[in-house]
C-alpha cells in the first residue's frame, strides 16, 4: 500500500521513533509499504530550519535527501491540482502545509500517516 507521510512522521521516524503510534510504526517497518514524502513537507522542514524552529542533524537540502534514499521514500510533487484543491478545502485546519498534504492525500488517493486529529476530519483515509 502506499502512504503519505506528515511532516512529524516524516521527522519522528528518524529522530524520535517513540512518538509513533505503534500502527504507524508498524506500517512504516512493513517493507511491502510505499512511502511517499510530500515536497510540501520538505518546504515546511526548510522554512522550520531557517527561522530556527527545527533543529536537525544537517542542512535541511542534506537532511531530507539522505533520509528519503535511507528510508525508499518516493517523492511527491506539489502539482497546480494540489495547490487549488488545497485552496478550496473547509477551514478545519489553518495549517497550509497540512492543508496542501490533505489536498495531495484526496487526489493521489493515498491514506496519510498522521497524529492530526484535524486531518482526520476531512474525507482522507489516517494511519495512526
Known sequence: M???LDTNV?????????????????FI??????L???AATAWEIAIKHAKGQLKL???????????M????????PIELSHALR???????HRDPFDRLLVAQSQLED???????PNIARYRVSVIW
Open 2 to 4: 502506499r502512504a503519505l
Open 10 to 26: 516524516f521527522l519522528w521516524f528518524d529522530l524520535e521513533q517513540q512518538r509513533l503510534s505503534p500502527g504507524a510504526r508498524d
Open 29 to 34: 517497518a512493513d517493507g511491502t509499504n510505499d
Open 36 to 38: 511517499v514524502l510530500s
Open 57 to 67: 542533524p544537517d542542512q535541511p537540502e542534506v537532511y531530507v535527501a539522505l533520509r
Open 69 to 76: 534514499g535511507l528510508d525508499d521514500l518516493d517523492p511527491l
Open 86 to 92: 488545497a485552496g478550496t478545502l473547509p477551514t478545519i
Open 110 to 116: 493515498l491514506p496519510i500517516l498522521t497524529p492530526d
